[in-house]
């Protein structure tokens, strides 16, 4: 009898309080999220009403992406050609959806020549689940300086489509 007793009671615990982990809870308003770069570099990014913001006082772009995706592949050079044109006004961040070792995204990096920051990172899920938890891939948002959110694309963009976006805010 005790142990049944025991055992409605472990039960009900897990049922009223759950068993969520912190990438499971949301980010509440000026919270600050960090992501860890692939070469140990952290980003800081904080919540806003309506979006992310980071210290730069730039335009935020938002890729999430994996490494296997042909449509995410495909971004690469155009969200390097944006940002060498705008490299004073935007902030490009590919935030990486798969689990992976450094190592690995470094060669990616390499191989695709990006020439702006990958997150290699646990709490890039986490950002993924306060935005909806993202499933497809590419997915990205732009945020304008105040960090407001601007717009979002889901698949393969036009360069010129984003462009367009782009030069609306800046």
Do not use: W
């Not at 009671?9 to 960090?34: H, M, V, W, Y």
């Not at 296997?68 to 935007?90: I, M, V």
């Not at 060669?107 to 695709?112: A, E, G, H, M």
Request: hydrophobic share 40%; net charge negative.
């Amino acid at each position: 009898m005790k142990c049944r007793i025991f055992f409605i009671t472990i039960l009900f615990a897990g049922i009223f309080f759950g068993c969520g982990d912190k990438k499971d809870r949301p980010i509440e308003r000026n919270q600050k999220i960090s992501l860890k770069t692939v070469n140990s570099e952290i980003i800081t990014l904080t919540k806003t009403d309506e979006g992310f913001k980071d210290a730069s006082n730039k335009v935020l772009f938002l890729n999430f992406f994996t490494t296997s995706c042909t449509p995410c592949n495909a971004q690469f050079p155009h969200l390097n050609n944006l940002q060498d044109k705008y490299e004073d006004k935007l902030k490009i961040i590919s935030v990486l959806m798969e689990e992976k070792s450094a190592e690995e995204v470094q060669s990616f990096i390499d191989d695709k020549k990006i020439n702006f920051d990958v997150t290699l990172d646990e709490n890039n899920f986490r950002l993924s689940v306060a935005l909806g938890n993202i499933t497809n891939f590419p997915y990205m948002l732009i945020y304008d300086k105040e960090g407001a959110y601007v717009t979002d694309y889901t698949g393969a963009v036009p360069e010129e489509m984003i462009e367009a976006d782009l030069k609306r805010i800046f």
